[in-house]
């Protein structure tokens, strides 16, 4: 198996980890994270905040909205996603679908803020 193979299945591991007790779960990271549903969804179960969902009609424009959230959200926390765009996930571009994870992961996982730290500091990862 490739590197990036063992990278995804690594993740999908650990982010249905988090999306188990919101009864939902990935299947393949570069599809199911496309439309920003599950992405928001692992973000509120590891930061304990509520985050909203877009609303708009279009469903490629939702999807991009949806995303963009997420990624404000992170960078809220003082994370930085260098190159990392809302299309780039839409798409299901997989080196930047991995790197974003990666970032959540140090973030939320390394740094030890799931569990007991609500409250993310704004540390730069």
């Known amino acids: 198996a490739s590197r ?6 690594t993740f999908e591991k650990w982010v249905n980890m988090y999306l188990r007790p919101r009864d939902q779960h990935v299947t393949d990271l570069f599809t199911d994270l496309r439309d920003g549903v599950l992405l928001l969804l692992l973000l509120e179960q590891l930061s304990g905040e ?3 969902r877009s609303r708009c009609v279009d469903e ?3 999807s ?3 995303v963009d959230m997420a990624l404000t959200f992170l960078h809220s926390k003082g994370l ?3 190159n990392i765009d809302a299309t780039n996930i ?3 571009d ?3 679908t991995l ?3 990666w970032i959540i992961i140090l973030k939320f996982q390394i740094h030890g803020m799931v569990n007991g730290g609500n409250n993310v500091n704004n540390n730069t990862t």
Do not use: P, Y
């Open 99 to 101: 790197g974003m994870l």
């Open 4 to 9: 990036e193979e063992v990278q995804k299945r």
């Open 94 to 96: 997989s080196t930047l």
């Open 80 to 82: 930085r996603t260098v």
């Open 64 to 66: 991009l909205e949806n």
């Open 90 to 92: 839409v798409s299901g």
């Open 60 to 62: 490629k424009l939702r």
């Open 50 to 52: 509520k985050l909203g």
